[in-house]
């Protein structure tokens, strides 16, 4: 089975840094995506990491270890717009479809 | 990066009239696009994937018949909802399959808020 695994809600002071992990198992793995959703809309794309090790673009970044089947998304400098759910997904090996953990809710304060 | 869109984004129906939602991919072709469910407060559920040309691979627990998806051509797919029921009230969202020689991802089109009454 699939099983993806983040934290349900977090909290951060804006201009603050803040790291939202996630863990998976799957039964081989493509790769691993973060998307970001703001109440009532459609996820946008964030990220995708495919090999070990941290991408970085602009105040996010995305690190991955697929030994240990966890990843982590940094988010610098906050601004109250980021504010939002943050889903982890995997797309495990013999298949094409995104497999979503739960999204973790961001909460940014002044 | 690569767009999709989706029509209508809002629909108010009646009990036992059938809805249908069209997905396209705007920029690029998309030989799969994927149909999901999000109800209040939960994360996305995979409904089923949409293969151009062949029929819908559907994920346990959602009924064929009722969610009939078409993906006629390389740029659209197509989800009806039959006979809706006031339990069928989601935001539905479907997303492209977007592949090149360093990424495979998928983009999400803005969603289509159903309320069936």
């Known amino acids: 089975g699939q099983n993806i695994d983040q934290p349900t809600e977090m909290t951060a002071t804006e201009g603050a840094i803040v790291q939202i992990n996630c863990t998976y198992q799957t039964s081989g793995f493509n790769g691993l995506f973060w998307y970001q959703q703001h109440a009532g809309e459609a996820p946008t794309f964030l990220s995708y990491?495919?090999?070990?090790g941290l991408e970085e673009k602009g105040r996010f970044s995305s690190f991955l270890s697929r030994s240990k089947g966890y990843s982590y998304l940094l988010l610098k400098e906050l601004q109250m717009k980021d504010s939002a759910s943050y889903l982890c997904?995997?797309?495990?090996?013999?298949?094409?479809?995104?497999?979503f953990g739960a999204g973790t809710r961001l909460a940014v304060h002044p | 990066g690569a767009v999709v869109s989706q029509h209508p984004s809002r629909v108010i129906c009646k009990s036992g009239t059938s809805v249908k939602i069209e997905c396209r991919s705007l920029d690029f072709q998309a030989t799969t696009m994927f149909w999901y469910r999000q109800f209040p407060k939960q994360s996305l559920m995979l409904m089923a994937t949409?293969?151009?040309?062949?029929?819908?691979?559907?994920e346990q627990g959602v009924e064929k018949d009722k969610f009939l998806i078409n993906h006629a051509s390389l740029t659209l797919s197509t989800l009806t909802v039959t006979s809706a029921h006031p339990e069928d009230s989601s935001f539905y969202i479907c997303?492209?399959?977007?592949?090149?020689?360093?990424?495979?991802?998928?983009?999400f089109g803005p969603g289509t808020r159903l309320t069936v009454l």
């Open positions: 997303s492209a399959r977007f592949q090149r020689t360093s990424t495979d991802t998928q983009y």
């Open positions: 997904a995997v797309i495990g090996g013999g298949y094409n479809k995104l497999i």
């Open positions: 949409s293969n151009e040309g062949s029929k819908a691979t559907y």
């Open positions: 990491n495919v090999l070990d």
